[in-house]
């Protein structure tokens, strides 16, 4: 079946480092990849989307590219501080499906003050 | 606006009992969803509403999970029965639309199984 890569498993960085998560994907049809954050006992948030016809996105300290020839998109943290520690998820959409959305494994970054 | 609504926020059942969780969508979204997340992984899709129908219920195991949004507005989601594998959040999450747009999920329900 259709699946979502997702590395690393676990990412430390200093505060004011720079994080990046990867992600590749299998279904060529996807062409909506969402970004979750999610803290201890709380639901997944959506923090950054991209779309396919889209190359880069960015908000504030957050960017999101994708490369849809590879299958590949990344999620860039930059200046990271104490609050940004929590579990990443990525997401790709289904192709031709009406919004579901297959989740990567997570990845789960501390950031050490 | 609210968000999602879920409850209860904690279940302990012992296996081969029942349990149902309910969710409180945000007004005016017509699509719901329902995910299992296991401990240590990414949700994992259950069930799809579009207003009261399903859209995708195809990794629903139907031999003991069950869902029904009556009315179009809040949803219910049934074990029954319950095994030890079924210790996970259950996550509930809307959206305006269907078709590729980010969701917003609950802080889920915490099943334990023992």
């Known amino acids: 079946g259709e699946n979502v890569e997702q590395h690393p498993s676990t990412l430390s960085v200093q505060e004011g480092d720079s994080a990046v998560i990867k992600c590749t994907y299998s279904d060529s049809a996807s062409n909506y990849f969402p970004w979750y954050k999610q803290e201890l006992g709380k639901g997944p948030q959506l923090i950054i989307d991209i779309r396919s016809n889209v190359g880069e996105k960015k908000d504030q300290r957050i960017a999101v590219t994708l490369n849809k020839t590879a299958k590949h998109f990344s999620l860039h943290i930059t200046e990271t501080q104490p609050e940004d520690s929590a579990v990443y998820f990525c997401a790709a959409s289904m192709g031709g499906s009406q919004g579901n959305l297959i989740f990567g494994k997570g990845t789960k970054l501390s950031v050490k003050p | 606006e609210a968000g999602v609504a879920q409850s209860p926020r904690y279940k302990i059942i012992e296996k081969r009992q029942s349990v149902a969780f309910w969710c409180n969508p945000i007004?005016?979204?017509?699509?719901l969803y329902w995910y299992q997340q296991i401990l240590g992984q990414g949700p994992k899709l259950l069930i799809q509403f579009q207003n009261n129908g399903v859209v995708d219920d195809s990794q629903l195991p139907k031999d003991r999970f069950s869902a029904e949004r009556l009315k179009g507005v809040d949803s219910t989601l049934k074990i029954q029965p319950a095994k030890l594998e079924d210790s996970a959040v259950y996550l509930c999450?809307?959206?305006?639309?269907?078709?590729?747009?980010?969701?917003?999920f609950g802080s889920g329900t915490r099943l334990t199984v023992v």
């Open positions: 999450a809307s959206s305006p639309v269907g078709g590729n747009y980010g969701y917003t």
């Open positions: 007004s005016g979204h017509a699509t």
